[in-house]
């Protein structure tokens, strides 16, 4: 998922938008690549934010609610307020510089807004986390074992999505930083992703006899989009089919990337990190890159190589083997 962010993130440089929201633009653009990009923009962040609570949900397995309260003060705050100081500044000075404006160096968040998002739906659904996880056996549990045990019944997680959609009706469903529509359906899809996994062979079972069927899904209604509306669609069009898309990948990588790997569980550790680096490399990058004489295209596989060169090489050599900086970057220090 990291992967396609840096993608999708290297990409808007290459768009008209891209100084819209201070990033550094590329005189020539790539709109023939937004047809991909439309595919992947409707489910790239809310899958993260699903992902993010399936992960409380594993965390919860061997604490108790002080020790988790703990646990993502560490893993969310500590990071959140570095980014704020160090590495949103670090961005927007790049781009200051990029667009020759006059210097500065002020906190913010930047690309880090996910990090708040995920820490107030965390301090705000914990008291419900702690009661569903101390009654296994509760009603709504019960409930939505026997409903997903049905051919289609997993379908009965899309309806939140799709009321969030009529009732917000955001003109652009892909805008989610510091949106309403963008809170509402972050803890929709956090508070998705960890009632999926408490619900455990229930759900990996549901997953598993509907992947295909959602991914027919998904695809099918992409392509409408793409053939009959120019990729424009009501908000609740394009919910039902990032639902699908999300279900059809959660259920192809249960069944393909569940197992172990040190390949994976590498690129498993290394994803926090290189989520918090790879924006300010990006514009550092971009600053030389798109003043090069060559085409849009071999510019935009450039970025994308370094970002993810100096992304990694930064955490193999320096953030992974120093105890000090683990911490600032959401990873656990190393015992002696």
Not at 21 to 41: A, K, R, T, V, W
Not at 114 to 120: A, D, E, M, Q, V
Not at 128 to 157: A, D, M
Request: charged share 10%.
């Amino acid at each position: 998922m990291l992967g396609i962010l840096i993608f999708y993130h290297a990409w808007a440089s290459f768009m008209p938008f891209a100084k819209s929201i201070f990033m550094p633009q590329n005189e020539d653009f790539l709109i023939p690549m937004g047809i991909l990009m439309s595919l992947i923009n409707i489910w790239r962040i809310p899958i993260l934010f699903m992902i993010s609570g399936m992960g409380i949900f594993f965390a919860m397995q061997s604490r108790n609610w002080k020790q988790m309260v703990s646990d993502r003060i560490k893993r969310i705050l500590l990071p959140m307020f570095f980014g704020f100081l160090f590495i949103g500044p670090l961005t927007a000075f790049f781009s200051m510089l990029f667009y020759d404006k006059e210097l500065a160096w002020y906190p913010s968040l930047f690309h880090l807004w996910f990090l708040l998002n995920i820490w107030i739906y965390f301090c705000a659904l914990l008291p419900l986390f702690v009661y569903l996880q101390n009654r296994p056996n509760n009603f709504l549990f019960t409930k939505l074992q026997s409903i997903i045990s049905l051919r289609f019944g997993i379908y009965i997680f899309a309806l939140p999505f799709l009321i969030e959609s009529l009732v917000i009706d955001p003109q652009n469903y892909s805008s989610y930083a510091a949106t309403l529509h963008g809170w509402i359906l972050g803890l929709i899809c956090f508070t998705c992703g960890f009632i999926f996994v408490s619900l455990k062979d229930y759900f990996w079972n549901a997953l598993e006899n509907i992947k295909k069927f959602t991914l027919v899904v998904a695809f099918s209604l992409y392509t409408y989009r793409l053939l009959t509306m120019e990729l424009w669609a009501p908000s609740i069009f394009i919910a039902f089919e990032s639902f699908n898309w999300m279900i059809a990948i959660l259920g192809y990588s249960a069944k393909h990337l569940n197992q172990p790997s040190k390949r994976l569980g590498y690129l498993s550790a290394s994803v926090y990190p290189i989520y918090i680096l790879h924006f300010p490399i990006q514009y550092f990058f971009s600053l030389y890159i798109l003043s090069l004489p060559t085409s849009a295209f071999i510019k935009f596989i450039l970025v994308v190589l370094c970002v993810f060169g100096l992304s990694f090489a930064i955490y193999e050599f320096m953030i992974k083997r120093l105890n000090w900086l683990r911490p600032l970057f959401g990873m656990k220090l190393k015992r002696k």
